[in-house]
């Protein structure tokens, strides 16, 4: 496969550690640090992270065009080159994981492994149904709303459960203020992203972490995911969909270990 040619760097982004490269590519509706932040600390005692925040969310403004898979995946890479970085792994999460298997697609040479966590390469009705609601939800400007409804389906049947109403409360309030500006084209996008044509042809090392207790991502996406991608392994980790805030250690140690094997 030929590489495709970088862009101008435009995406805010963030360099952190040092040692082998490692890209981080969030979900939806969030950013660099919300997705990334209770594990950061520890990634970057191994890796040199750099990291962007796609339109509407962290530092990057926000666009009110479709967003592409293809201008994400290059926008990571520019940014590499920005910060010097020849070969890096790519650690994607939710929609992050579609953009991190298209980085591999289209940056080949450039890509040493892959981690890819309730992650997927195209909806299925589930997330389908999932992405509308929450697209026209964010899209409505209703906040309190937007994040009742991500509570309701992004937390795990025990995180939620054992909230106290108090607490409840508290993570819903935090919820709705951290929600990125971008969601309504990030959840778009969410809903067209398809890239299972490029599973076959990634010839990396790849982890698919499945999050077993996933009302958005189901464990069948993931799995398809571990079957078509040659040689991939498979975790499970007993969360909802937010493993960075129900098992933030968990998670972290699956990613160090695996990319552990695997640094240049």
Do not use: C
């Amino acid at each position: 496969m030929t590489s495709h040619a970088t862009p101008e760097p435009v995406f805010a982004r963030t360099r952190l550690g040092s040692g082998p490269g490692l890209l981080l590519a969030h979900g939806a509706g969030s950013s660099l640090a919300n997705t990334y932040g209770p594990i950061l600390e520890g990634l970057t005692a191994r890796h040199t992270v750099v990291g962007v925040d796609y339109p509407g969310s962290g530092g990057t403004p926000r666009t009110t065009a479709p967003l592409s898979v293809d201008e994400l995946a290059d926008q990571f890479v520019a940014a590499a080159d920005a910060e010097g970085l020849d070969r890096f792994a790519v650690a994607g999460y939710s929609l992050g994981g579609a953009v991190a298997i298209r980085i591999a697609a289209r940056h080949p040479e450039r890509v040493t492994a892959l981690v890819l966590t309730a992650a997927f390469a195209h909806r299925d009705n589930r997330l389908a149904l999932a992405s509308s609601v929450w697209n026209k939800i964010a899209a409505s400007g209703d906040r309190e709303l937007l994040a009742e409804f991500l509570l309701l389906m992004a937390l795990g049947t025990q995180g939620l459960e054992s909230m106290p109403g108090e607490q409840l409360r508290q993570v819903l309030g935090y919820t709705a203020a951290a929600a990125a500006e971008g969601s309504p084209e990030q959840t778009d996008l969410v809903g067209r992203v398809d890239v299972r044509d490029d599973l076959a042809a990634i010839d990396v090392p790849a982890l698919v972490i499945s999050t077993t207790d996933d009302r958005l991502t189901s464990t069948a996406l993931h799995r398809q995911l571990a079957q078509a991608i040659p040689g991939a392994q498979f975790a499970e980790i007993a969360t909802g969909h937010l493993p960075m805030l129900e098992r933030a250690d968990e998670w972290l140690q699956l990613i160090t270990d695996f990319l552990g094997k695997y640094d240049a």
